[in-house]
């Protein structure tokens, strides 16, 4: 039996429906590992057709949640961010991301930047999903191409994110 975006979006719905923000995410993380592993799934909606790195292929009018499509081509090391107001949940559908976890050791000061240490990096390997509650920061590392199906909590064009920068611990 197939698991497309409709039973993923039913699913999500269900679970935002019954558990507050948060309690829900060991769920959410399921759906998205069951796509993943939905061979029509991932032929339907990481087609060669994408051109651009971001593809929004569902935006809830409802929780306002999005479903998100992301493919990359090229190898990068992403900074330090978080998502500002919202949760978000990355799945990987091909190719690995090294993504490293972040603690803030200063919080953001008007213009000043949070300041932010390393703490662990997690290999997001195919078929894998990760939470991230509101203030987790986290930055992705790619060595190649990666498609990922991510799930925002809101739609993150429309989030101001805060100022972010790394430090040494002992700078902290």
Avoid at 64 to 91: E, L, M, Q, T
Avoid at 139 to 155: D, H, Q, T, Y
């Amino acid at each position: 039996m197939t698991y497309g975006l409709e039973n993923l979006v039913a699913d999500i719905r269900q679970t935002l429906n019954d558990s507050p923000e948060g309690q829900g995410s060991s769920d959410i993380c399921q759906y998205v590992e069951r796509a993943l592993g939905d061979d029509t799934f991932i032929s339907t909606h990481f087609g060669a057709d994408k051109t651009r790195p971001r593809h929004i292929i569902h935006e809830d009018p409802d929780f306002g949640f999005c479903v998100c499509v992301h493919i990359y081509h090229d190898a990068k090391n992403g900074d330090p961010h978080d998502h500002g107001p919202s949760w978000a949940v990355y799945g990987q559908a091909e190719g690995v991301t090294e993504m490293t976890h972040w603690r803030i050791v200063k919080p953001a000061e008007g213009d000043n930047p949070a300041l932010v240490e390393q703490v662990e990096t997690l290999v997001m390997q195919p078929g894998m999903a990760h939470f991230y509650k509101v203030g987790d920061v986290h930055a992705p590392n790619r060595s190649g191409k990666v498609m990922l199906l991510r799930i925002e909590g809101a739609n993150l064009d429309n989030i101001k994110r805060s100022k972010i920068k790394p430090v040494a611990a002992s700078a902290a």
